[in-house]
């Protein structure tokens, strides 16, 4: 910390101040030490601005502060020197018939000490003061002040908001912003945001059901009448909530059996277009609610993590092995070291059938994690991990990098997270900083900052913690969910884009979708994003696919594959705006030059032919029909592809180059 004025202490030159015994009669703090004796009779401070209510509280200690600038203060009953008591302190604004807390802390220093920060306005009068609720002895405590930043979130309160359930940011009246939805007893309290960032409040009414969302949360549009539906998970059992056909009520479908739920997931298991439900199990195999595409399912246990006791945790679903379908990892958690806490991964094989690749992929840990961050931290088109321990007691925080052949590598030494000593139940990935990179956030109030290098930085938000993630005012930039508040991101001059998905072929989100966006900086020349519904342990975050960009400030091409294997193109979009895309818009659109690529003959019986003066590598074909069925998929490594197969119509051929791009065009088959 920045001093800008500290005085020297030496064991002649503390201030001689005493506690004043009254709020009414309190004299202003001296910057650097001052004295605290407690005197019988003294005001006890009220409001108490922290938790505990056990030990009896007699006496009081009264201070004040003021500045004529904005600085940050910081307030410790442990300087350097001086002996440790255990201590409480309060830091009030308003006037002594009417105190109002800002800040407080019991325990935060060395030996249960206190150490307080707080933002001093300028020309604000601020109280502080002590109670003894745990020692009535003299003590000191020192006062600093260092220069004010402005943190990067900012806390914004929300009114209406109570409930004491997982809370989801998704949309939720079709209109693609992200919205709050906080699930109740009878009723689902839905806070709609307008254009201009501001929020409407709808109280909806929504079926009472035994299992209510105290573990998890997740959302998607399971029966695809355009309003999206919510997934409880309770420690008893699992809830589908499903919208009516104007979101103004939900209907509760129930699981059969009892589910010590954990992470809840919306996912399309076998890939029929409808979303299904996964039910991470703590206690038996794995369920899932598999959609029947009739507003109903099929409830089936076992297939997709079956240790017999469960300790199944934090499910993310991602398409680790770039195939194209969403595989599944389960951050596992078991005390004592029970191999039922052992990592798993499970590759999609196609059709619904999974194969448990977790000792081959070199993901078999036993870190004792609730979740994992899943991203592609070095933007070389593979997704990597951050296992995110929750306790020391079997390892630490493991980064492991995609090697790109269906394996992982433990790349955590040097990376910053061998150092990085919080921990907690939630890891998630997102770009906070808008600057071409995923960031990871986790324990405490920390974010790690992606260097663009495999590094990360630790730097403390002050008092944001993880919660769910969307843009909440509309602006591009990432805020944070935190109960009733919004800590709103207070943003920088880093450009964005947002993509908005709307499945025809596939489910109604895009869920499961990849999208890749290309650019020619130097920063960052491609980045990936997996749709998701549910990452992290329990909160349910947007379902917009969101890219912070940098100083990039022109995309080259977004790439959207679709579930179904249709692939959308886009060139050159606008950024810093919301880009809609509805699965095969692009399909009809001949994208590709003539100056790049030469498509011939065309119309064509037997073998097309390609040719560019650029210089591109053809890795890969795809054949479509103009309704947007995928025809035909081959690895290319001539300049030729055989369509004899091909019945006599209309195609579009798109060919993808070694860097991940696609080029494509209209051609007739004779």
């Keep these: 910390m920045k001093k800008i004025f500290t005085l020297l202490i030496t064991g002649l030159g503390i201030v001689n101040l005493t506690a004043q015994n009254t709020c009414a009669t309190a004299q202003p703090a001296t910057i650097g030490i001052n004295n605290v004796s407690y005197a019988d009779g003294s005001e006890v401070p009220l409001p108490i601005c922290i938790g505990g209510t056990n030990n009896e509280v007699t006496k009081g200690a009264w201070y004040t502060y003021s500045s004529t600038e904005i600085l940050n203060i910081t307030i410790s009953t442990d300087p350097e020197g001086f002996p440790i008591l255990d201590t409480r302190v309060h830091i009030y604004t308003g006037d002594c018939d009417n105190l109002i807390c800002e800040a407080g802390d019991d325990d935060s220093g060395e030996g249960y000490s206190s150490v307080v920060e707080f933002t001093a306005q300028p020309d604000v009068l601020y109280y502080i003061s002590f109670d003894n609720y745990w020692d009535s002895n003299d003590f000191v405590f020192e006062v600093e002040e260092s220069e004010y930043i402005a943190p990067m979130f900012e806390a914004v309160s929300l009114e209406g908001i109570t409930g004491q359930y997982i809370m989801c940011v998704a949309d939720m009246n079709g209109d693609y912003l992200d919205d709050i939805a906080v699930p109740g007893s009878g009723s689902i309290t839905m806070l709609y945001q307008n254009t201009d960032g501001t929020f409407n409040g709808n109280l909806v009414g929504a079926d009472n059901t035994p299992y209510m969302p105290g573990w998890s949360l997740a959302a998607g549009d399971y029966d695809g009448n355009g309003y999206n539906d919510l997934l409880y998970g309770s420690g008893s059992g699992a809830t589908i909530m499903l919208a009516n056909e104007d ?223 969307g843009d909440l005012n509309d602006d591009g930039f990432l805020d944070i969910l935190n109960g009733n508040k919004i800590m709103m991101n207070g943003g920088n001059d880093n450009n964005w884009l947002k993509i908005h998905l709307e499945g025809t072929d596939s489910n109604k989100n ?161």
């Design 510 to 670: 895009g869920i499961g979708a990849r999208v890749e966006i290309y650019g020619s900086g130097d920063v960052w020349q491609k980045q990936i994003r997996d749709v998701r519904s549910g990452d992290g342990f329990r909160y349910m975050s947007s379902l917009n696919t969101h890219f912070g960009l940098g100083q990039t400030d022109e995309i080259d091409q977004v790439v959207i594959k679709w579930p179904s294997g249709i692939i959308d193109i886009i060139e050159n979009p606008t950024i810093n705006e919301s880009l809609m895309v509805v699965e095969g818009s692009t399909l009809g659109i001949n994208n590709v030059s003539s100056t790049i690529f030469n498509i011939y003959p065309n119309p064509v019986k037997d073998v097309i032919q390609f040719s560019t003066n650029e210089n591109i590598s053809i890795t890969n074909a795809y054949v479509y029909d103009i309704s947007g069925r995928l025809i035909t998929t081959q690895a290319v490594s001539t300049t030729s592809i055989p369509v004899q197969h091909l019945s006599a119509g209309t195609y579009i051929l798109i060919l993808k180059d070694a860097s991940g791009k696609h080029y494509s065009s209209k051609i007739v088959k004779e």
């Design 247 to 469: 979101g103004s009520a939900y209907t509760a479908m129930i699981s059969p059996q009892s589910i010590f739920s954990q992470r809840t997931n919306f996912v399309d298991l076998n890939n029929d277009g409808n979303l299904d439900a996964f039910v991470c199990h703590d206690v038996e195999p794995n369920v899932y609610f598999l959609n029947d595409g009739d507003s109903s399912f099929e409830f089936i246990q076992g297939g997709i993590g079956d240790y017999i006791t469960g300790g199944n945790y934090g499910s993310i679903w991602v398409d680790y092995d770039n195939d194209g379908d969403p595989d599944l990892f389960i951050a596992k958690c078991r005390g004592g070291g029970d191999d039922a806490g052992i990592n798993e991964l499970h590759r999609n094989d196609g059709d619904g059938v999974f194969t448990n690749v977790s000792i081959e992929a070199g993901m078999a840990d036993i870190v004792q994690t609730w979740s994992t961050a899943f991203g592609d931290f070095d933007n070389d088109g593979d997704m990597d991990a951050m296992v995110g321990a929750n306790s020391t007691s079997h390892g630490t925080h493991k980064l492991m990098i995609n090697n790109n052949d269906g394996t992982f590598s433990d790349s955590t030494e040097g990376s910053g997270f061998d150092t990085f000593n919080q921990y907690g139940r939630e890891h998630i990935t997102h770009d906070f900083n808008n600057d071409g990179f995923l960031d990871v956030m986790g324990g405490g109030t920390f974010i790690m900052f992606n260097n663009g290098d495999m590094t990360f930085t630790p730097v403390n938000t002050g008092s944001a913690v993880v919660g769910a993630i």
